[in-house]
Nanobody, 115 residues
Framework: QVQLVESGGGLVQAGGSLRLSCAAS????????MGWYRQAPGKQRDMVAT???????NYADSVKGRFAISRDNAGNTVYLQMNSLKPEDTAVYYC?????????WGQGTQVTVSS
């Protein structure tokens, strides 16, 4: 199994920046790719960005050009740099690890963007 712990959320004004981190432990060798998702109150959980073991990235249209996902060389930690934040980016952000056993989730970290 893989355990994921997110950090870096908080309150920021519109136009500001935050950097989220997700530390993976356990069976990290089984991770094929990692990603960030977000869920606003009353809405479904949506993909924000993903990064594969080859470094290939994918972004939701709503965050392209503003957010950047990266992963450390050891593959243990994935980051989400969020710039030019908007109030509509407010949500709980979840880290995900894709493994043969299924998707593993972190506990989530709150990001609140004030206008």
């Amino acid at each position: 199994q893989v355990q994921l712990v997110e950090s870096g959320g908080g309150l920021v004004q519109a136009g500001g920046s935050l950097r989220l981190s997700c530390a993976a432990s356990g069976s990290i060798f089984s991770i094929n790719a990692m990603g960030w998702y977000r869920q606003a109150p009353g809405k479904q959980r949506d993909m924000v960005a993903t990064i594969g073991n080859t470094g290939l990235t994918n972004y939701a249209d709503s965050v392209k050009g503003r957010f950047a996902i990266s992963r450390d060389n050891a593959g243990n930690t994935v980051y989400l740099q969020m710039n030019s934040l908007k109030p509509e980016d407010t949500a709980v952000y979840y880290c995900a690890a894709y493994t043969p056993a299924g998707t593993q989730w972190g506990q989530g970290t709150q990001v609140t963007v004030s206008s």
